[in-house]
């Protein structure tokens, strides 16, 4: 299995939002987590992604990064919020990233595979554009632009495709 969470367990107070969860994930497939409001999705994506603490292994391509800090697992995560930096424009929420993930690839090179992504998720054009000039669904592509322009070995998307229409949503899956 490329991705193993055994026994993951997350408690607030006296109560579980996850208890003993256990499941693998074949490299290339993807995985998608369905239930109510509540029932601990985004808390499952939070600790893949090392943002709450938790019991239990989560194992990536043969690593145990349970007790890694989010910078140093190599993933990414789109966020139901979108977490778009309203100060920075498209083109520069995209390469972030980079900064941290690329540092071996000079600054032509980050920009040119920001705008590769860019284009992509179909925002080419908007690369000087700021959140407050960008439409819900656009706020979404350049969030999951900003998760893939790192080449994380695993991409975790909490609800991230919600703000898109029907064909938007496809074109983006693919």
């Known amino acids: ?18 208890k003993d969860i256990s499941f693998g994930l074949e490299e290339g497939k993807f995985l998608c987590l369905l239930g109510p409001s509540g029932s601990g999705k985004s808390t499952i994506l939070h600790s893949i992604g090392g943002f709450l603490d938790h019991v239990g292994e989560i ?61 992509k998720v179909g925002l080419k054009g908007f690369e000087r554009r700021y959140e407050s000039e960008l439409s819900g669904g656009q706020k979404q592509r350049v969030a999951l632009a900003r998760s893939l322009v790192v080449k994380p070995k695993l991409l975790l998307m909490d609800e991230p495709l919600s703000a898109l229409d029907y064909n938007l949503r496809n074109k983006m899956q693919e």
């Open 1 to 18: 299995m490329y991705l193993e969470i055994k026994n993951l367990s997350k408690k607030y107070g006296d109560k579980y939002a996850v």
């Open 59 to 119: 194992i990536i391509d043969g690593e145990d990064i349970s007790n890694k800090s989010p910078e140093e697992r190599d993933v990414s995560t789109v966020f139901q919020s979108y977490a778009i930096f309203p100060h920075m424009n498209v083109l520069e929420n995209v390469m972030y990233g980079l900064k941290f993930k690329a540092k071996d690839l000079s600054k032509k090179e980050k920009k040119e595979r920001a705008l590769d992504v860019i284009e």
